[in-house]
């Protein structure tokens, strides 16, 4: 035997099985060469270091494995292609854009190779309507909402209900039911499209229907409006007091919430009268957006809140399962997440991954609020939701086990 031949030799079991691996793959399998390893350390027992994100999986049972990044979208970066793309949707005459339906951006969380995801289970777009613009009506078993950043302009029509918006107003779109957008203003118009598009196609269950077929008879690419701007609010944002006519059901979905139209001088009223109260050490004084017939999340995937942050407070270290990302509506400070230090201020988008320790600083002379969106939701309903906090010490609470 020559020496070449005993360097190719196989030593060991392991690379005997990759040698038969190399013949496998036609086969569609893969002969196990590598211990099913944890994705992550056991996070809940440990600090999970620095990130408290713990480790990845190594090799062949790490192929495409999803593990969202901590990172921070600036305002100032993202609002000049705004107008850009604006700008050449206008002088194009195009409304909106023929191939897209609409203007926007799409976050790719720099963790998820590309896809067109901000977390995990997320996808967020920033869009942008000039005035005259409108986007056909559309029906999708995605859920999504529309968190919006102008001033006034834009407008919703939800099952034919019309919701003109406002900054800081939220509204949703549950699965399966019918809804068109337009800014019939003299400004151009933005917002964050949020949608949990990416879990349901990791599903293999998005369906989309864009031929509005108006109930009576016309040809209009929108829905006519039947209930008028604030049916919502009149139903259903009376804290407490639940109309006893009427069905709450909408849309495909079961336990979707009836209330489309969440308004930000609302929200923001809300958290103000609240600023007295001591709130969470880990999250300020927090409001979470629910579903006013049951008191649970707004969707069975996904939980909103809006949290306020008085000027100079620091909160504590919290580490969840769920995946989440935020957005700026007021104030500046900084968050700490897995391990780096992002500044952030006004329309500043931040995601935070599933694990990773997290905190908020004010370091404003106003309040800061923060409007985040968590897979949490999801993470309830199938059993599979824990939090932690970390004191100054390093010392370890079980917030949720
Ligand atoms: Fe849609």
Same mark, same amino acid.
């Given at each position: 035997?020559? /020496? ?122 920033? /869009? ?65 499209? !949020? ?12 369906? !989309? ?34 109309? !006893? ?27 103000? /009268? ?117 004191? /100054? ?9």
């Amino acid at each position: 035997m020559t /020496a070449q031949t005993q360097h190719n030799r196989p030593t060991s079991a392991a690379e005997l099985l990759d040698q038969l691996n190399t013949e496998t793959p036609k086969l569609h399998v893969w002969i196990r060469t590598q211990a099913n390893s944890p994705a992550q350390r056991p996070w809940f027992a440990d600090a999970g270091g620095a990130s408290g994100m713990g480790d990845l999986a190594k090799g062949r049972v790490a192929a495409n494995q999803m593990a969202m990044a901590a990172h921070r979208w600036r305002w100032s970066d993202i609002k000049p292609y705004l107008d850009k793309i604006g700008e050449i949707a206008r002088a194009a005459d195009v409304k909106p854009l023929e191939t897209t339906d609409r203007q926007g951006i799409l976050l790719t969380n720099p963790g998820l190779g590309g896809r067109l995801q901000i977390t995990n289970t997320t996808r967020a777009a920033i /869009a942008i309507y000039n005035p005259g613009d409108v986007a056909p009506a559309h029906i999708h078993s995605p859920n999504a909402s529309r968190t919006i950043l102008s001033e006034k302009g834009g407008y919703t029509n939800v099952e034919g209900e019309r919701c003109d918006c406002h900054r800081g107003d939220i509204v949703f779109t549950p699965n399966g039911t019918w809804h068109d957008h337009g800014n019939e203003d003299t400004a151009p118009m933005i917002w964050i499209d !949020v949608l949990d598009w990416p879990l349901m196609e990791y599903l293999n269950c998005v369906w !989309v229907d864009q031929e509005y077929r108006d109930p009576k008879g016309g040809n209009s690419k929108s829905q006519s409006v039947v209930h008028a701007d604030g049916h919502s609010t009149r139903l259903y944002g009376n804290g407490g007091l639940k109309p !006893v006519f009427g069905s709450n059901q909408r849309g495909w979905g079961h336990d979707m919430s009836p209330m489309f139209h969440f308004r930000g001088a609302d929200v923001r009223a809300a958290l103000h /009268a609240l600023r007295g109260e001591a709130g969470d050490p880990y999250e300020g004084i927090k409001m979470q957006f629910v579903n006013p017939i049951t008191g649970k999340s707004i969707y069975p995937t996904l939980e909103y809140s809006a949290q306020l942050i008085r000027p100079g407070e620091e909160l504590r270290f919290k580490r969840e399962t769920s995946g989440m990302f935020g957005v700026v509506l007021e104030g500046k400070g900084f968050s700490e997440i897995g391990g780096q230090r992002f500044e952030w201020e006004k329309n500043d988008i931040m995601a935070f991954p599933n694990f990773a320790w997290r905190r908020h600083v004010n370091t404003g002379s106003t309040d800061a609020v923060i409007y985040t969106v968590s897979d949490s939701a999801l993470l309830k309903n199938i059993g599979q939701y824990r939090a932690q906090g970390r004191g /100054a010490d390093g010392s370890i609470t079980q917030i949720v086990q």
